[in-house]
């Protein structure tokens, strides 16, 4: 475990599970919900996705002109679609560990993700919250379409999210992308039927509220997209800063419109995304 402190900021990461965040507090106070020490990936407070965000429809996509099945899905957590990409489930490696920052890595060999490519962290803490830089180098010899973003959970109790919007995908019954209709208002995030929607054209920051403090989450402009996932009967909540939506591979809409990065062979995609935390008054 990699620890990371300043100021009265403490944060945890674990490379040996996909590179993940294990715990992220201020002040003594839990910002995301902390690592329960199980080996899932679902249970770290916060993991990278890489080289795609959310899920590809049935695991299966057209690459160089051919239907491929590019992706197993999970066993317990998704059945049916790919999700999450591979770096959440893959051990990364510790290039630097400072006392206020780590540099971490991951190669993948074109083996299961159709396409062999290169992925950085580097994450920098500072004494009210962190940063968190991510990025994907196409290593194959074709294009290469690819997405990233960042899952934390926060803890449910007492919070408040607000979150700018234009717009929302719903989600079907198949947990996919149905209709696309404009954000009128903030909806009721912690229902019992739960929530698990994406939101586009955001222009302003994400802001967590808990009686005592607040969270500003700052993406930037190549993490356009937040997708939010609030399962019945849980005790957290999870706001994504993302880059494209979910199944953006199969989509038949315009670039612009899911966010989708296509990379030439040697060309790397970035995003950064800063948290920071403050006392409510």
């Known amino acids: 475990m990699l620890k990371l402190v300043s100021g009265d900021v403490e944060l945890a990461i674990d490379p ?3 590179g993940g965040i294990a715990s992220f507090s201020w ?10 020490g199980a080996s899932n990936p679902t249970d770290l407070a916060n993991f990278p996705l890489v ?5 590809i429809a049935h695991g299966r ?10 992706l197993m899905s999970r066993k317990g957590i998704e059945e049916v679609h790919a999700i999450h990409g591979l770096g959440w ?9 400072l006392t206020e920052s780590a540099d971490l890595s991951l190669h993948h060999d074109g083996s299961i993700w159709p396409w062999a490519f290169d992925a ?20 194959g010899r074709l294009p290469m379409p690819a997405g990233l973003g960042l899952h934390p959970y926060f803890p449910r109790q007492d919070s408040e999210l607000s979150l700018d919007a234009k717009g929302v995908w719903h989600t079907g019954k198949d947990r996919l992308p149905s209709t696309h209709r404009r954000f009128i208002r903030q909806p009721a995030w912690f229902t019992e039927s739960g929530f698990d929607n994406c939101f586009t054209g955001r222009t302003r920051p994400i802001e967590i509220t808990w009686p005592t403090h607040k969270l ?4 930037c402009e190549n993490l356009p997209f937040t997708h939010v996932y609030s399962p019945p009967g849980e005790d957290y909540f999870c706001a994504e800063p993302v880059s494209h939506i979910p199944d953006a ?4 809409l315009a670039p612009e419109e899911t966010g989708l990065t296509t990379l030439q062979p040697g060309e790397t995609f970035e995003v950064r995304c800063d948290f920071q935390v403050e006392e409510v008054r």
């Not at 080289?51 to 899920?55: G, K, T, W």
């Not at 489930?89 to 560990?97: G, K, L, Y």
């Not at 004494?127 to 830089?133: K, L, P, V």
């Not at 591979?249 to 038949?252: C, G, I, K, P, V």
């Open 216 to 219: 500003t989450i700052t993406p």
């Open 51 to 55: 080289p795609f965000c959310n899920r």
């Open 89 to 97: 489930v893959s051990p990364w490696a510790t290039c630097q560990h």
């Open 16 to 18: 040996w599970i996909g």
């Open 249 to 252: 591979m199969n989509s038949t």
């Open 61 to 70: 996509m057209t690459v160089d002109g051919e239907l491929r099945n590019i």
């Open 120 to 139: 950085e962290q580097h994450i920098q803490v500072s004494e009210d919250g962190y940063s968190h830089t991510l990025s994907v180098t196409n290593r």
């Open 27 to 36: 002040r003594g106070r839990d910002i995301f919900r902390p690592h329960n």
